[in-house]
């Protein structure tokens, strides 16, 4: 039991390293413009499929990551929307097909993203009136950094997993999954 809480925490921690490491590492790239921002670490925003506690890895990497560059509004509000579109991925780990359950979270990201972080700069900041164009351009962000990098992650983790499901089968169901369903 002891061997699996170290697991799970590292993991938690390994995951909140690495995104905000990726978030500051290309905050000033060519990816990142004043209206279109594509974050590479948005790669390991569908984790929570996999991994329950890749929520809190993802919630507090974003913190960390906003900090540089940040505002504490963007700090408090972009990591909500991150953990909003985490908790959807965490209950959609029960969609046993996986394309539908990816689908699901990638949308959830997607929208949790493109509908939440815009307020920290348009509505919260005194000018409402952008707040759709806003959405558009932070969801289309999102789309491309999803579409591109974490749907990928997810769709090798997925047949990962169905590797290893088979493996078990035929081994009697003696080994143990990680990040299994």
């Known amino acids: 039991m002891r061997n699996k809480a170290t697991l799970v925490i590292t993991r938690a921690s390994v995951i909140a390293a ?19 921002q594509v974050r590479i670490s948005e790669a390991l925003t569908l984790l929570p499929l996999f991994f329950p506690e890749a929520c809190i890895g993802l919630y507090v990497g ?6 540089i ?3 504490a509004l963007d700090i408090v509000v972009g990591s909500f929307a991150t953990l909003i579109a985490s908790l959807v991925c965490l209950a959609a780990r029960l ?20 509908f939440i972080v815009p ?16 959405v558009g351009w932070v969801a289309l962000g999102e789309l491309i950094a999803v579409t591109c990098f974490a ?7 997925e047949r990962k997993n ?8 035929q081994n009697g169901g003696e080994t143990e999954l990680a990040g299994a369903n």
């Not at 690495?18 to 279109?36: D, G, H, K, M």
């Not at 974003?62 to 900090?67: D, E």
């Not at 046993?96 to 997607?110: D, E, H, L, S």
Request: hydrophobic share 55%.
């Open 18 to 36: 690495l995104y905000a490491a990726v978030t500051i590492l290309f905050a000033f790239s060519s990816f990142a413009t004043a209206t279109l």
């Open 62 to 67: 974003c913190i960390l990551g906003n900090v």
């Open 69 to 71: 560059g940040g505002n």
């Open 95 to 114: 969609i046993r097909f996986a394309p539908v359950k990816i689908t699901v979270g990638a949308i959830a990201t997607i929208l949790s993203n493109a």
């Open 119 to 134: 307020l920290s700069f348009t509505v919260f900041a005194g000018v409402p009136e952008i707040y759709m164009v806003q």
């Open 151 to 157: 749907v990928p992650v997810a769709i090798y983790l």
């Open 162 to 169: 169905a590797k290893k499901n088979r493996q078990t089968e």
